[in-house]
């Protein structure tokens, strides 16, 4: 049971958006769909509730195998929630909850539905605010307000278009905080979530699905695609901050393999990984957390890096610098004082690497190997 | 260049329109913003923190108090004489124009040779990374580089002494967001001119900034570096807007060196207490996640949390903790703990404050 798609195509104008997606849920699962602006996250999400139709064609989607790429968004028992929050601005907060109770088919008692909002209400921290109209209310308490419609329905699956976007970074981390815990409590359905925020994605999801160019590049459950990126697109987006790239060059010495990145910084390569390694450049991927300016394990390669810029995100430092020729981004767990221009030393843990293919820029391995 | 002064500064909207019993928009603010520094004003939306930039600016004159530039009383000037330039949220360029006419037009205004100003435009294109687009027009541009030009066209005057941003990445699409912010910060830098720079995004602010105001409901409630605000904050406002998660601020009581919460008592040492110097007395806790021990074992000492939430944030993971039975609801303690360890909802976990991150604080002030 749960949702499947098959070869969906969706196109507008001449222009294609979606190419050729079939992917599968299972109930339970909190599937997102991470991707930049642009790059068909909301379409897919739209084709899936039934909001768009996908192309005439071979594409067709599934609830609990019952097909219904022709029933309509009404008659499917979904709740949608927008990046925007909409709210009735001239009802109280408990009526703008209630509201979804009181046109649904099957009818409620008054009573029925009072328990229904105070439950949904106490479950997103709304309950001192039912008498209050939204207007009233903060934006992170206007959004919870058209999660809490969405929820109050009971419906089997609940989509979500990036609904922490116009939220400023306290809000959105309070709420991200809550929606973990409040889908916790829902494992029946299937919650289907867009978004561009990989922390959103990182989260909350259970499986990521990773869009570029109207395709799904990679799917996966969470664990798998954060550790095992299987392209650099993915590897690059999918980290927070982003991920850092150099150029290697993979040389013998004696009868050793040995990553080069410059005279100073060979990394010796395990012999398990030799048999991947046939080509002569490739891309090494290293994550901002494995750069910092303390060290983490005694392997740790120690550089120097001359600071260009400090960010403070969150209750972390993010520590922009060169080392050489190269510009990296590390990252220190706490929020530090550095100063623009001082050389510091850098440590960066080499098996947390991961090798792409230069060409093809697919993940060939990791360097500390499979797990 | 110059160095920026308010002096006991308050307005009130109201003054005008003759009410007796005022509400102030800004009251009592007393700041100095150093030259060639960058500043910024951080605060939740209606905080009056674009109330206190048009005083600055000269688009307001204050109710009381005195606007000082280079210790010159500059209050009654306007925003021209003060020589302050401006960037709002929306980019303010002529559409019609080129990108280099945009850049000259200020110039152009003051009737400097051509030759002049075609230098002048040129080391400010550089600066802004516009050089290769002179002559495009400012149309075809993407809002990112409209807004740089916004900014060129307040930094291309030489006798502009400071440049205020009031919320300048508002319309910015999100991808080119980080990017712009990392450039406004390195332009900021090479031209050493002093900066302040509005947002209610704690995120813009701590980068941009060396020095960070935070202001609420009118009022300055704290001043200093982002690491300043984060490791000594003056209140649990800003121990808990400061940070993500935010410091975690607890209601307790302290009798003696006991201090009681909900459910469970820490000891304080003496050389604390001696120094709080009240005896007995309600205050809040207030201590960071990333400051608390999480065991998953019991040992003396320890405090017994439920896990309620599970975050995983890539390289750490931030737990959500409830009493046990949920006697107290809002109890909730926030913990950072490694990503290696696995954790699930139910489990319990045992905690140790350790006594060199705790703050306290007394009506809504730290007292230790």
């Not at chain 1, 990036?162 to 709420?175: F, G, I, Q, S, T």
């Not at chain 2, 900021?188 to 302040?196: K, Y």
């Amino acid at each position: 049971m749960g949702i499947r798609i098959k070869n969906v195509n969706k196109s507008f104008g001449k222009h294609l958006v979606l190419d050729n997606i079939s992917l599968e849920f299972k109930d339970g699962d909190f599937v997102s769909f991470l991707a930049p602006t642009g790059s068909g996250k909301t379409t897919l999400l739209r084709v899936i509730a039934g909001l768009e139709k996908p192309d005439k064609g071979q594409g067709r989607v599934f609830y609990d195998d019952v097909d219904v790429t022709n029933i309509s968004v009404r008659e499917r028992n979904i709740a949608m929630v927008y990046q925007d929050f909409i709210n009735y601005p001239s009802m109280t907060v408990y009526e703008n909850i209630a509201s979804p109770l009181k046109v649904s088919k099957n009818k409620m008692s008054a009573k029925e539905i009072d328990k229904k909002v105070r439950e949904v209400a106490e479950l997103l921290s709304l309950s001192d605010m039912l008498k209050h109209y939204p207007s009233e209310t903060s934006g992170g308490q206007q959004q919870r307000i058209a999660i809490a419609r969405a929820l109050v329905k009971d419906t089997k699956y609940i989509f979500l278009d990036e609904p922490l976007a116009n939220l400023d970074y306290k809000l959105r981390e309070e709420l991200r905080g809550q929606l973990k815990e409040t889908f916790s409590y829902n494992k029946k359905g299937i919650i289907i979530y867009a978004t561009a925020d990989p922390l959103d994605a990182l989260i909350l999801s259970s499986h990521v699905g990773f869009l570029h160019h109207g395709k799904i590049l990679q799917y996966d459950i969470l664990d798998k695609i954060y550790n095992y990126p299987q392209y650099i697109e993915v590897a690059s987006y999918f980290s927070n901050p982003t991920m850092n790239f150099l150029e290697v060059n993979l040389v013998k010495e004696n009868n050793d393999y040995f990553l080069k990145v410059t005279e100073e910084i060979k990394i010796k390569v395990d012999n398990k990984l030799k048999d991947k390694l046939n080509k002569k450049e490739y891309l090494l991927g290293i994550r901002a957390q494995a750069i910092r300016p303390n060290r983490q394990t005694k392997n740790d390669i120690i550089i120097k890096g001359l600071v260009e810029l400090v960010e403070v995100v969150g209750s972390d430092t993010e520590l922009h610098f060169k080392y050489e020729d190269f510009p990296l981004l590390g990252l220190s767990q706490k929020i530090e004082n550095y100063q623009i221009g001082n050389t510091i030393d850098i440590f960066i843990d080499p098996s947390k690497f991961y090798i792409f293919d230069k060409d093809t820029k697919e993940l060939v391995c990791r360097m500390e190997g499979e797990k | 260049m110059a160095r920026i002064e308010l002096k006991d500064v308050s307005h009130s909207f109201e003054i005008a329109e003759g009410k007796e019993k005022l509400e102030w928009a800004v009251k009592d603010m007393n700041i100095v913003w150093e030259d060639g520094t960058a500043n910024a004003l951080l605060g939740p939306s209606g905080c009056g923190k674009t109330t206190m930039l048009n005083i600055v600016s000269g688009l307001l004159t204050p109710s009381k108090g005195k606007v000082y530039i280079d210790g010159k009383d500059v209050t009654e000037l306007s925003t021209r004489e003060r020589h302050i330039a401006q960037v709002f949220q929306f980019p303010v360029i002529y559409d019609s124009m080129n990108v280099y006419n945009n850049l000259a037009f200020p110039l152009v205004n003051m009737k400097l040779p051509k030759l002049k100003i075609k230098e002048k435009v040129r080391k400010i294109a550089k600066i802004l990374g516009l050089i290769d687009y002179l002559d495009t027009p400012t149309s075809k541009l993407n809002s990112a580089e409209k807004q740089k030009i916004s900014l060129g066209r307040g930094i291309v005057r030489d006798d502009t002494l400071a440049i205020l941003l009031d919320e300048p990445l508002t319309v910015i699409d999100p991808k080119m967001r980080g990017k712009l912010r990392r450039q406004l910060k390195i332009i900021q830098r090479e031209l050493n001119i002093t900066a302040i720079y509005v947002t209610h995004d704690q995120h813009e602010a701590l980068t941009f900034a060396d020095k960070v105001a935070v202001v609420k409901a009118g009022r300055l409630v704290q001043i200093g570096s982002p690491h300043e605000l984060y490791s000594n904050p003056e209140s649990p406002f800003v121990g808990y807007f400061i940070g993500s998660p935010g410091m975690n601020i607890l209601d307790a009581k302290l009798k003696g060196q006991t201090l009681s919460l909900n459910g469970f008592k820490i000891e304080l040492s003496k050389s604390i207490t001696d120094k709080i110097g009240i005896e007995n007395s309600e205050c809040q806790l207030g201590i960071r996640p990333e400051e608390i021990i999480t065991n998953r074992e019991k040992t003396t000492g320890t405090i017994p949390f439920e896990v309620a939430i599970i975050e995983n944030m890539g390289s750490y993971k931030i737990l959500t903790l409830v009493r046990k039975n949920g006697s107290d609801r809002n109890l909730r303690i926030k913990t950072r703990v490694d990503i290696i360890t696995s954790y699930f909802k139910g489990d319990m976990v045992y905690l140790e404050f350790p006594e060199e991150y705790l703050k306290i604080f007394k009506d809504n002030h730290k007292i230790y």
